[in-house]
């Protein structure tokens, strides 16, 4: 009954966590200096603040926004010299795919 029903939602919910805490996003922050059909090229500092140039892939379940608005790639007008921010995820076969893109709105 009710007891039941808290313990199925706590393990539902535990579930949940563990699904998304298995993704590891990595971010990273920067400029664009090139834009292609499939991939973008970012200027970004690592951790020991050395600046590195790198290619990160697009395919179409690449989540990309322009201010809050969710856009297509092609439609984002994306533009040598913009600031962006690339969402991967580490674990994924493809370690530079993009999982997200965000742009500032124009």
């Known amino acids: ?7 199925i939602a ?8 563990s699904a998304v805490v298995s993704a590891h996003a990595v ?3 920067g400029t664009v200096l090139a834009v292609e059909p499939a991939r973008v090229q970012v200027k970004t500092v690592n951790e020991k603040k050395a600046i590195q140039s790198m290619w990160f892939a ?3 379940g690449t989540l990309v926004k322009r201010g809050t608005k969710a856009v ?5 007008a994306i533009a040598p ?14 370690k530079t795919l993009a ?3 965000r ?4």
């Open 1 to 7: 009954t009710m007891k039941i029903r808290s313990i």
């Open 10 to 17: 706590a393990a539902a919910f535990a579930v949940l966590v």
């Open 27 to 29: 971010t990273y922050q």
């Open 58 to 60: 697009v395919d179409k």
């Open 72 to 76: 297509k790639f092609a439609d984002a």
């Open 81 to 94: 010299g913009e600031r962006i921010v690339v969402i991967v995820d580490e674990h994924a076969e493809t």
């Open 99 to 101: 999982e997200e893109i």
């Open 103 to 106: 742009l500032a709105a124009r």
